[in-house]
Every structure is written in C-alpha cells, then in structure tokens.
C-alpha cells in the first residue's frame, strides 16, 4: 500500500492533479500535460522553499509529467512491432477518473456519516442463521468493502406510487448503540451476511450506518470480514472465543 504524505490540503500526487485540474475548470479528459506539469512543478518548488518534506511519490508523478511533455514536443515515431502502445497519458487519466470516484464517494460517506449518525429509522429484524455453506470466502480489504457497499448504494431500488407511501418516523440512534445492536446478532450466531444487517428496503442510510459500525468493529478487532468473490456480498464472523451480548 502506498505510503500518502498528508500536506495543507493533499493527501498524493492523484489529489494535487485532481485540485490543480479543478482550478483550471477543465474535464479531466481534456487535461494540458504542458499547463498542468509547470504548476505541478512550481507547487513542489513551494514545497521545498517552506522545507516540507517532498514524498518520493510526488517526484514520480511529476517525472511522468515532464515524459508526457517530452512525447508532445518531440516527433513520434512508429512501434516496430504490430503491438499497440499503450498510451501512458490516457493511463493516468483512466488512474484519475478513478480515484476522483472513490474520493468523492468518501466525501459522500463522511457527510453523511456527519448527518445521519446519532439517527436510525428502523431496528434489525430477527434473523435464521445460515448454517455452513459450501461457498469459500476469502478475506477482503476495507477497500473492497467500500466498493461492494458503493454498489448497493448504486442499485436501482422499486420505487413505489405516491398513493403507496408512508410517512416514516426517524428514531435517534448513535452509532455505539448500532454497534451493540449487530454484536447482539453476532452473540446469538457467530457468522452472518452484510445483506442481513440491512432493511430489505435497502436505504441508503441502513447501509452507510452499517457500513460505519462494521468498519469500527473491524478496527477493535472485534470482527473479520470475508468475501467470495469481488462486488458479493461479505461475511462477517465475530473473532475471538468470549463473545457478550454488550460491549
């Protein structure tokens, strides 16, 4: 993984770009290599007159930028083999694009986490426990669990008629008390899917609240997380042999 170096407001060499694009009002598809590179250049340059450390992965991508530069300028010439080149600027594009979609997810994710967190509309249901399954899970990464939880959230839901909805009365909930709750399921079995800690209405908020108190819990160490294959859905299994109701 690699190591990001947090300044004033960049946490990477992707973050800086995707700010110096956004200052010049452009689509990313339609970046100048030869404007973005001098104010790259000219932002490590500040970096080093205020003495800041300069991450060695902001001198790459600044050495990818003086080589894109460099192929703009000097005359092309053609591959000896039949193979397509790969096109390196479209390359950092395509690394652009995607991490501008999981910043922005984030940024999503925390605000929400800032509005809804002390409030939940609906307690868990009863649950059946699974029982042993054939599937194989493998352990996954928090990263992963943010991509298959943004892939619910992408789902198209069943939107029902006007005449069909029903005011819904929001309870305060914290986020310590949706944290007891899913160790409560977790007490009466010892594994069960993300699918089942959510309403099977699917709300947005359901799955942010969950998703939040299941990455806390992996962080004390209170839980693994398994999944079988990417964007399925996960298992999570409580760790350790001495398991209370409440914690």
């Known amino acids: 993984m690699t190591y990001q170096v947090k300044l004033n407001v960049f946490e990477g060499p992707l973050d800086l770009l995707l700010h110096l694009i956004s200052k010049s009002k452009l689509n990313i598809e339609d970046i100048s290599i030869s404007d973005i590179t001098s104010q790259y250049l000219d932002y490590l340059h500040q970096m080093e007159v ?27 010439t053609l591959p000896e083999d039949d193979e397509e080149e790969v096109d390196p600027q479209q390359q950092l594009i395509e ?3 995607e991490y501008k979609k999981f910043k ?45 939880m943004l892939e619910l959230l992408d789902r198209p839901k069943n939107i029902k ?32 899917l993300f699918s089942e800690l959510i309403d099977k209405k699917r709300s947005r908020l359901n799955i942010v609240v969950t998703f939040i108190a299941l990455l806390e ?24 042999l001495k398991w209370r109701k409440t914690r």
């Open 161 to 192: 008629s006007s005449a069909e909805i029903r005011p819904v009365k929001h309870e305060r909930i914290s986020l310590k008390s949706r944290i007891r709750q899913i160790r409560v399921m977790l007490y009466r079995r010892s594994k069960m």
């Open 217 to 240: 819990m992996v962080n004390k160490g209170w839980i693994e997380v398994k999944q079988h294959k990417p964007f399925s859905d996960f298992m999570i299994q409580r760790k350790g």
């Open 95 to 97: 690394k652009l694009k």
């Open 50 to 76: 205020f003495d800041i450390e300069v991450a060695s992965e902001f001198i790459v991508m600044a050495a990818t930028l003086i080589h894109l530069k460099s192929r703009k300028l000097l005359p092309q």
């Open 104 to 148: 922005d997810a984030s940024d999503e994710l925390f605000k929400r986490y800032m509005i809804y967190s002390k409030r939940y509309s609906k307690l868990p249901e009863e649950v059946v426990d699974i029982g042993e399954s054939d599937v194989k899970f493998t352990n996954i990464t928090k990263y992963d669990m943010a991509k298959t």
